[in-house]
């Protein structure tokens, strides 16, 4: 394991927090979590940097934006123990997570794509013909309606469920989602932004913005793995030196 890394170049606490728009806490903080390599002490206790702490920085603060904040924590101090594997496992496991929230999207945008529309008018349903309708049992949409994926209304006389033409676009995108393999689980959040968005139509920009999220994601792993693997070579150059 590399520790008090010599080099040429020497900085202060505040130093490297100015090149970075810190605070000399939160170096200082960094140092503390691992995710700076532990620095120098002069005689009086004053800690040393160097530009190999500058390039830990760098690749830490570059690797948040695609990765989170705890993930990119966990990969730095994976990189200075040495435990390169573990590092490159976790960055693994971002691109994983990046790869299935695409698939999500693209599955929400195809149920989207499916539903039959409903007219208002004609949009009330009771359980029986709605699962028939959808080729599932009235215990399904029971069962959906406990997990807050459908909300039909009593009818006040009979005091069955009564399944309105939203309820109705609920339910058919629940079963193109669970037909895709998401859990109930999953779900929920979607159809609460369909909720939120107040109704399918309205769904396009925020579609746009999920798209646009996922591909800033993408570009930021990528400057993150520039950064990171501009370190890599600083400890390289370090340890040989």
């Not at 960094?30 to 530009?51: K, V």
């Not at 009564?162 to 193109?176: F, K």
């Not at 570009?219 to 890599?232: E, F, I, K, P, Q």
């Amino acid at each position: 394991m590399l520790r008090n890394p010599q080099s040429s170049g020497r900085l202060r606490p505040i130093d490297l927090a100015r090149a970075h728009a810190l605070s000399t806490q939160a170096v200082r903080n960094y140092e503390e979590a691992g995710i700076l390599p532990e620095a120098e002490r002069s005689e009086y206790g004053y800690r040393g940097y160097t530009p190999l702490h500058a390039s830990a920085l760098r690749a830490f603060l570059a690797l948040v934006p695609g990765h989170g904040h705890q993930a990119a924590t966990s990969i730095m101090q994976a990189v200075n123990r040495d435990a390169i594997e573990d590092a490159l496992e976790l960055i693994d496991a971002s691109h994983a997570q990046l790869r299935e929230d695409r698939r999500t999207l693209r599955s929400v945008e195809a149920a989207l794509a499916e539903l039959s529309p409903v007219p208002q008018e004609r949009g009330d349903m009771f359980v029986g013909p709605l699962a028939g309708k959808l080729g599932i049992r009235p215990a399904t949409l029971r069962k959906w309606e406990r997990a807050g994926l459908v909300r039909p209304r009593r009818d006040r006389h009979t005091g069955y469920r009564v399944y309105s033409a939203a309820d109705v676009r609920d339910a058919q995108l629940v079963h193109q989602l669970r037909r895709g393999g998401y859990r109930l689980a999953q779900i929920v959040p979607l159809i609460a932004q369909l909720r939120s968005a107040g109704g399918v139509a309205p769904l396009g920009s925020m579609l746009h913005d999920w798209h646009a999220r996922l591909s800033a994601r993408g570009r930021a792993m990528l400057t993150g793995a520039a950064a990171l693997d501009a370190y890599l070579d600083c400890r390289w150059d370090q340890a040989r030196g």
